[in-house]
């Protein structure tokens, strides 16, 4: 579904990504892991059609990203970042409402099925009795839920999760992932996310992809990548590896 074919990006003759490849299946949960300026929040806006890039191509399905429209390819992508929604005085209903209008067409209204879609989606996200509240009333990680919501009516094939958990506390970083998790294997969702925390990574991720200084160190399961000695020639620390007590994965304790 995703392919990205040797993507560079340079900056004032500065690689901030230099020759990436990788494929993304339909359905797969991929990880982007490394430590800062690795370049992973680049190559996020390279996937989305953000950035351009100097070397390479992203392609959707097989087209160039940068050919599709900027409405095709919201029709498509959503992207959520670790800000989420700014905390403007609009109203949840309204802000998850936004989701619907790459799918409208110009000065077109929302009809009943979008709203449907909505309340629905709001259901689904808890979110049912929130609707009414201004999103610059709630807290970090209730807007995180929103912006979930909203990301979800706009009923994407490939969404893009750059540090969604930043600044949440253990209980929203769980609740966040696990609507995500939850919404993909409902719908076959793809998804790619930037992650610091290498646990939850390990969790929630198929496969994970390793960057550093603007390159792919390694890709491949948790298992392949989270060990040792991998961990310590990347982060410059060395950690202990232990197994999750139920999921049977690689966890990071320092």
Partial sequence: ??????????????PLVSDVSFDVEKGQCFGLIGPNGAGKSTLMKLISGVYDTTGGQVRLDGQPIKRWSHKKRAQRVSVLT??????????????????RYPHLKFFQRESDDDMKRVQDVLAI?????????????LSGGERQRVAI???MVQEPDLLLLDEPTS???????????NLVQDWQK????????????????AQYCDRL?????GEVVKEGTSDDILTTETLATVYQTTPEIVRHPTKNIPQILL
Avoid at 1 to 14: E, G, N, P, R, W
Avoid at 82 to 99: E, H, W
């Fill in 186 to 201: 409902r719908t076959g969702l793809t998804v790619l996310m930037v992650l610091h925390d290498l646990n939850l990574a």
């Fill in 209 to 213: 992809i390793l960057m550093d200084k």
């Fill in 82 to 99: 670790q800000d989420g929604l700014s905390p403007y005085p609009i109203s949840v209903l309204n802000a998850v409402m936004m989701g």
């Fill in 167 to 177: 600044y949440l506390d253990i209980g929203y970083q769980t609740e966040v992932l």
């Fill in 1 to 14: 579904m995703l392919s990205l074919q040797h993507v560079t990006k340079m900056i004032d003759a500065q």
């Fill in 149 to 151: 919501a909203k990301a």
């Fill in 125 to 137: 996200t808890g979110l049912s009795n929130m609707q009414d509240q201004m999103l610059d009333t």
